[in-house]
């Protein structure tokens, strides 16, 4: 099968999305699949190949990919591109993901993950791994996501949203909050605000990354993700960071004390069982399909709270899904290959 991964792009979670990107191409070449890694945003000149085909490679390549913990701006952006041009979609990016079988998106935040990447993907008729452009819009969009939760009855946090230039809402829940961008991913922005002298800095904080800005109810309980595989529940997992909190560096920068316990340990049997269903509930409320994770809050006081739904999981060597499949004997390049199928399969039978 010819396989395009795109990633990369002009979202603040680039150089997480790159190393998903490298990973992935890895994988499929190791079950036989020629495939062709490409940046959404820097794209190909294809001055250094006679043909497209020449793109792609049943080879894999062993390599180390660090992921830096810098927040990337659009400025630092768009200095990577050499032609000038700050156009999502880089040299002949369509034209390479036109001769693929399918494309394997391994796009992190902002375009990939709001929908805007698969609403291009669909004009041309390209194949695309993950779910489509409605329900990449609506999970990117916390704002929206949970109205949806809270209108189809699944428990998730009270919120009230701010926006730049105009006075903050009065909040009608108690501190501590939690102060996050409505559109961003990988805890970027995100503030655990105490009291009120700490919640303007924070909203102007999260602001700098998007135009909406939510204040959260704060709920205590224990942190898992829960991802879902082509219809099937995974094992959760459970995060538990010694020091402060589930923050960028802790998802994604090697050598922080977090812990990753899949499956949680005390955890109810019921508990787990009712997380599951409820991943189930929010993936159809939100319209994912294919592959996603829902992350929660539990505590026996507070119960389960969903956090969010993600509708491209991270890939990344400490990312969530892959280390709840390899509970169940899912290597990282069979689940690859899974999400793959599955999405084919869910393509022919429309």
């Known amino acids: 099968m010819k396989i395009v991964v795109l ?40 001055q250094d190949v006679a043909s497209i085909d020449d793109l792609y490679s049943a080879t894999p390549v062993e390599k180390d990919y660090d992921i830096s913990d810098e927040v990337l701006t659009d400025d ?6 050499t032609d000038g041009s700050t156009q999502l979609f880089g040299p002949n990016v369509l034209a390479i993901c036109k001769t693929a079988d399918i494309v394997f998106l391994a796009l992190h935040g902002g375009a990939g993950e709001d929908g805007k990447v698969q609403a291009v993907l669909d004009l041309y008729e390209i194949p695309y791994t993950g779910s489509d452009t409605l329900a990449a819009g609506i999970t990117m969009s916390k704002k929206v996501s949970k ?12 919120f009230v949203a701010a926006y730049r230039n105009q006075p903050i809402p009065k909040i009608p829940f108690d501190y501590p909050v939690v102060v996050k961008p409505s559109n961003g991913g990988s805890s970027v922005g995100t503030h655990i605000v105490h009291d009120a002298t700490e919640l303007q800095p924070a909203v102007e904080d999260a602001l700098r990354f998007d135009r909406e800005a939510l204040i959260e109810e704060f709920i205590k309980g224990r942190e898992f993700s829960l991802g879902v595989i082509n ?47 409820m ?52 290597g990282y390049a069979d689940l690859c290959e899974m999400i793959v199928q599955g999405k084919l399969d869910l393509l022919k039978a429309k």
Do not use: C
């Open 7 to 46: 990633a990369g792009g002009r979202s603040t979670e680039r150089n997480v999305s790159l190393t998903s990107g490298h990973k992935i191409t890895n994988a499929l070449q190791t079950k036989g699949h020629d495939v062709a890694f490409v940046d959404l945003f820097l794209g190909n000149d294809l």
């Open 76 to 81: 630092a952006i768009n200095t990577l591109r």
């Open 147 to 158: 109205e949806i939760l809270l209108y189809n009855q699944i428990p998730t946090a009270r």
């Open 231 to 277: 219809g099937q529940p995974l094992p959760a997992i459970e995060i538990v960071v010694n020091d402060g909190w589930y923050d960028f560096e802790h998802k994604f920068v090697t050598g922080n004390t977090t812990q990753f316990i899949t499956p949680p340990n005390d955890l109810p049997d019921e508990v787990h069982a009712a997380m599951k269903q």
């Open 279 to 330: 991943a189930l509930d929010a993936m159809h409320a939100l319209g994912l399909i294919n592959y996603a994770r829902i992350d929660f809050f539990w505590s026996p006081e507070n119960g389960l709270h969903v956090i969010e739904g993600n509708s491209l999981p991270g890939m990344t060597p400490l990312s969530l899904i892959p280390q709840e499949a390899a509970v169940l004997g899912i």
